[in-house]
């Protein structure tokens, strides 16, 4: 997306850097609680149902916020909502692993585990932002972001600790999933520069503590670290899974028929 | 099990001169077995109602319009769902099981809300089920936060006040779409086309057809009888929907002056049976999705039984 034209605050060079990093948190979040939105009325038991309601929520809460800033940077004047439901697939920014179906209930325990465990020390370094916006939003979500690490945690304990078949069911959903991990510590060139003004967080800096951090979880569910020699990203360009599209699709099925209304 | 120094006759005239003084019953007081096996069946009913009713509304979740209505609306299935909790949870005071009832629900032996067997085709419906479906419970339900077991009535305390909630946020759908497109106002009325006379089923047969109905009464289980609930809900919304533009499908509807109230056209007795006796548009659908998240979720609450267990081992 480069070559917008962006106004705002300051630099204008600055303010489309600062609107492609909401837009591009605001994307992980929305997309991500997309997907937990899918186990309302489909969980394991009715509790869950509730509790995966809950994370979705405040991931989508939270998606609302970041647009909402971004909106207010955006050099073509669209509103939170014209940024989630009228962009294509090559125009979303999130990272791949949010969009990953969500597979069976271990895959999005694993899911979650991995996000959360990233989600919960980057939002809070997040929170000490420069831009108050930003830091205002980052401080609310990591709130929510340690009750999901800790939930998340349990889970992977419990299916670990479970029966044979649990166990089996969430090693395989690590080992699927690990290679969409060194994404989220990918820092593109408008979060590089936001650094040098404190915006933004270093990204691959927090590469060896969440390493150590889900290698300890691991450790403690007696599970084995996957093996982490691939590593497939793109999501921060653009160029998603083929599932995006029809999570898209789906989502912004009734903008895309009856553009320009109000609902 | 306490003893008591009564006879039958001695405990059901007392519980009857309890029930006759508005006093609650509670979990522990004396109650007759059909009492707790009517109480069962209707609690347990409206909790499987509440569970199947999370299936329409959440058929749209994933394509709510806006951010605004997709968080609106999975905050609503949500409460329907806890609402499902505390119901399940009122059931349970009276000694039936959560697995039972799920089971029993699988069997086709329990029944949930009929009007949840009808599809949520469009974006119209989701403010539908709020103003209508959720206003029809609501008028139900009002009188239910008297109901003389204890634990039922305060579930239904509780639920009445997020159910209003939830039936303006219905409400707030639909005046957007009314003061919308002419797509969106047809969108509108085609909902209410579809939606108006299954509501008005939810009431149930009328009152000289209905089979758990006077001694439900007696026993204060429920308060007013299915044609009273019937008027009072048509009668408050006919002006609600004259505020939105919509078109009633009654031709019969009108205001009967010296009733006092709106007459009504008849409702189709047989689309009501069919759909009860299990052959609506959803009945199968329904069923199945909740039996297949059941089934799919059995490894899962397997493994968090298998590691409670082991962990209350290592502890011993």
Redesign the interface.
């Given at each position: 997306m480069t070559g917008r034209r962006a106004h705002g605050r300051g630099h204008p060079g600055r303010a489309a850097a600062l609107f492609e990093f909401a837009l591009a948190l605001g994307d992980d979040a929305?997309v991500l609680g997309?997907r937990l939105?899918?186990w309302?009325?489909?969980?394991?038991?009715?509790?869950?149902?509730?509790a995966l309601?809950?994370v979705?929520?405040d991931c989508?809460?939270r998606?609302?916020l970041f647009?909402r800033y971004a909106a207010e940077l955006d050099g073509e004047g669209r509103n939170?909502?014209q940024l989630?439901?009228l962009r294509g697939s090559r125009e979303y920014r999130n990272l791949l692993i949010c969009e990953l179906p969500i597979g069976?209930?271990a895959f999005t325990m694993a899911r979650q585990a991995m996000v959360d465990t990233f989600n919960l020390p980057y939002l809070k370094r997040l929170a000490r932002s420069t831009d108050p916006r930003i830091a205002a939003i980052a401080a609310k979500a990591a709130k929510e972001s340690r009750y999901h690490l800790q939930r998340s945690r349990e889970w992977v304990?419990?299916?670990a600790?479970?029966?044979g078949?649990?166990r089996a069911?969430i090693q395989s959903a690590f080992d699927a999933l690990w290679g969409y991990c060194p994404e989220m510590f990918e820092m593109t060139s408008g979060e590089t520069a936001l650094l040098k003004s404190g915006v933004s967080v270093d990204r691959a800096a927090m590469k060896a503590d969440w390493e150590r951090a889900m290698k300890a979880v691991l450790a403690e569910a007696a599970l084995e670290a996957p093996e982490g020699k691939w590593t497939i990203s793109g999501g921060r360009n653009g160029l998603h899974t083929e599932h995006h599209g029809y999570l898209l699709a789906?989502?912004q099925?009734?903008?895309r028929a009856?553009p320009g209304?109000?609902? | 099990m306490t003893e008591y120094r009564l006879s039958g006759a001695e405990l059901e005239a007392a519980f009857q001169t309890r029930v006759d003084d508005e006093r609650r019953i509670e979990p522990k007081d004396w109650m007759p077995d059909a009492y707790r096996k009517n109480l069962v069946r209707q609690i347990s009913q409206h909790a499987h109602s509440e569970?199947i009713g999370?299936?329409p509304e959440?058929n749209w979740?994933?394509?709510?319009?806006?951010?605004?209505?997709?968080?609106i609306l999975?905050?609503k299935?949500?409460d329907e769902?806890?609402h499902?909790?505390y119901l399940?949870s009122a059931a349970e005071t009276l000694g039936a099981s959560r697995e039972d009832m799920i089971e029993a629900l699988h069997q086709g032996r329990a029944k949930y809300a009929s009007i949840f067997n009808y599809p949520t085709l469009t974006?119209a419906d989701i403010g539908m089920i709020g103003w209508l479906v959720d206003g029809a419970a609501i008028v139900n339900q009002i009188s239910l936060q008297r109901t003389s077991y204890g634990p039922y009535s305060r579930a239904m305390i509780r639920i009445c006040k997020e159910e209003s909630f939830h039936q303006r946020q219905g409400f707030e759908?639909l005046m957007?779409?009314a003061?919308?497109?002419e797509?969106?106002k047809a969108m509108a009325q085609d909902a209410l086309n579809r939606w108006w006379w299954p509501t008005l089923m939810m009431f149930g047969p009328h009152d000289s057809e209905s089979a758990h109905s006077a001694q439900s009464m007696q026993w204060k289980i429920k308060r007013k009888s299915n044609d009273e609930l019937r008027q009072d809900f048509v009668d408050q919304t006919v002006p609600q929907a004259d505020f939105l533009g919509l078109k009633i499908p009654d031709p019969e509807l009108r205001w009967n002056e010296d009733r006092g109230h709106y007459d009504f056209g008849e409702i189709d007795w047989d689309e009501f049976w069919t759909v009860v006796s299990g052959n609506g548009l959803c009945n199968r659908e329904r069923l199945a999705?909740h039996r297949k998240?059941h089934q799919?979720?059995?490894?899962?609450?397997?493994?968090?039984?298998?590691?409670e267990e082991?962990?209350r081992a290592r502890a011993a």
């Open positions: 929305l997309q939105s899918e309302c009325g489909n969980a394991p038991f009715l509790e869950e149902d509730l309601a809950n979705a929520l989508i809460g998606a609302n647009y939170a909502d989630a439901f069976d209930f304990l419990r299916l600790g479970g029966t078949e649990s069911k789906e989502m099925s009734v903008q009856w209304l109000e609902w | 569970i999370m299936q959440g979740i994933t394509r709510a319009p806006t951010l605004k209505r997709k968080m999975l905050a299935v949500q769902g806890g499902g909790l399940y974006w759908i957007a779409l003061a919308g497109s797509a969106q999705r998240a799919d979720g059995k490894w899962v609450r397997e493994a968090m039984r298998a590691y082991k962990r």
